[in-house]
């Protein structure tokens, strides 16, 4: 079992599509991050959100958006996405942005039709 | 950000100890190294992470060369738990992990 919870763990939507990806984690992490993994690659970092605030955004197209309403909960909204977007995206926790252990959870599988 | 080289795969028996290799030339002063590994279906797992001294945990011992370009993970008794995609990877500040290739495990009853 992960501590980190991420839902759904599986989304297929069209490219007209709103949908967005949930992420919780209630051990007082301050420090939070989306990463995207293509199949048989390794995990790529998208953004980090420290003390609720975007810190990194690693030059991510604009039709995926992150949010994170409150210390515990990290949100990515997206809309508009292309058939190369489908992907494993994994949601992480650390207790703070530095060079600790970041939590992972097992991630949503998305397919873009 | 500083890169690292692993094998891209590696095989043992199972019950004996695993040396996982890691090449990291590029290290610079403040880079920790963190190893991660990642099951079939599952997100990555920390293992463990160090900066100039061998390090210890329950799940394995990290061992770091006196000049940090490279560093050495050592599963002291490998499962069939442990087959996995072991990452070595070298953490910038922020805590930005920048994921590398990987090295494939496999073990053997």
């Known amino acids: 079992d992960t501590e980190v919870t991420q839902t759904p763990k599986h989304l297929v939507m069209g490219m007209t599509n709103k949908k967005s990806l949930k992420c919780e984690q209630h051990m007082g992490h301050r420090a939070m991050y989306w990463y995207k993994q293509k199949a048989k690659k390794p995990p790529e970092l998208m953004f980090v959100y420290s003390y609720e605030k975007l810190s990194i955004n690693e030059s991510v197209p604009s039709r995926f958006s992150p949010e994170c309403p409150n210390s515990s909960l990290l949100n990515l909204h997206l809309h508009a996405l292309q058939p190369e977007d489908s992907a494993l995206y994994l949601c992480?926790?650390?207790?703070?942005?530095?060079?600790?252990?970041?939590?992972f959870g097992d991630g949503t599988r998305l397919s873009i039709l | 950000d500083a890169k690292t080289t692993q094998p891209n795969s590696m095989e043992s028996n199972e019950e004996e100890p695993v040396h996982l290799p890691c090449n990291h030339s590029?290290?610079?002063?403040?880079?920790?190294i963190h190893w991660y590994r990642q099951l079939p279906s599952q997100g990555p797992e920390y293992v463990i992470h160090g900066l100039t001294s061998n390090v210890n945990n329950r799940m394995a011992s990290l061992a770091i060369a006196e000049d940090r370009k490279s560093s050495t993970l050592i599963l002291h008794r490998a499962t069939l738990r442990d087959a996995a995609v072991y990452y070595c990877?070298?953490?910038?500040?922020?805590?930005?992990?920048?994921f590398g290739g990987g090295t494939r495990v496999l073990v053997k009853p």
């Open positions: 992480a926790s650390s207790p703070y942005g530095g060079p600790g252990p970041q939590h």
């Open positions: 590029t290290i610079s002063g403040t880079d920790y």
């Open positions: 990877i070298l953490g910038a500040a922020g805590n930005k992990l920048t």
